[in-house]
């Protein structure tokens, strides 16, 4: 079966230290790959997207994350956490054969402490 | 340019009645998709529409239906409400022509309660 994981729901962090949120994805072939940030009654916004080529992408903010084929994960990671970074963050996989059709994890919580 | 506009932003009913949502893609997208989003969860999709027809639809009942109009916007239509409608209903938009990016844009949402 199809499936995205996040396995941390909450994670803490003081503010300038690094953050990682872990991704792992369970399909057939290489799907489209995201993270997006959710902020509290907000709709969701693209940090960055993976579909091929160098498995080190960019994003906005700050963010960035990596492909690793082997353990089928795309975990994000920021060398400084910001306060503004406090929100909830979601894991995405595109099926290419399935267009657009996009299957979330249940989402990591991260605050941050001063 | 406009994002992705949603209406309404909040809204309750109670069970057993019926609610329209509505969503008003990006400019220049012309696929409109839909997800439930319960509270402390991801969103779950709920169907596509693409040339005004119901092109993918996940795992829903059929108590939830959509349309397409020919200027590209949506709604979203749930019958018979239960308790366990109360979600935040995200609506997506993207492109399968020229302007295909890949991701999705998402809307700010239209929370549903359910009494």
């Known amino acids: 079966a199809q499936s995205v994981t996040q396995p941390d729901i909450h994670i803490t962090v003081s503010e300038g230290a690094s953050l990682e949120l872990r991704c792992n994805y369970s399909y057939g072939a290489t799907p489209y790959l995201f993270w997006y940030v959710q902020s509290p009654g907000q709709g969701l916004q693209l940090l960055l997207k993976y579909f091929s080529g160098d498995t080190l992408v960019q994003g906005i903010k700050g963010f960035e994350a990596e492909f690793k084929r082997s353990q089928s994960s795309f975990n994000l990671r920021k060398p400084s956490v910001h306060w503004s970074d406090a929100a909830e963050y979601f894991c995405?996989?595109?099926?290419?054969?399935?267009?657009?059709?996009?299957?979330f994890g249940t989402g990591t919580s991260l605050t941050v402490i001063p | 340019d406009a994002g992705v506009t949603q209406s309404p932003t909040h809204l309750i009913k109670t069970r057993g009645q019926q609610v329209t949502l509505r969503c008003s893609p990006k400019?220049?997208?012309?696929?409109v998709s839909w997800y439930q989003q319960a509270l402390g969860q991801g969103p779950q999709f709920i169907f596509q529409y693409y040339e005004e027809e119901e092109r993918q639809r996940g795992n829903f009942p059929d108590r939830f239906s959509g349309h397409q109009f020919p200027n590209y916007s949506s709604e979203l239509n749930v019958n018979a409400l239960l308790l366990g409608d109360s979600a935040l209903y995200l609506c997506a938009s993207s492109s399968r022509g020229g302007a295909n990016t890949g991701e999705l844009f998402f809307g700010e949402g239209s929370r549903l309660t359910v009494l």
């Open positions: 400019s220049g997208h012309d696929t």
């Open positions: 995405a996989v595109g099926l290419r054969y399935t267009g657009n059709q996009f299957y």
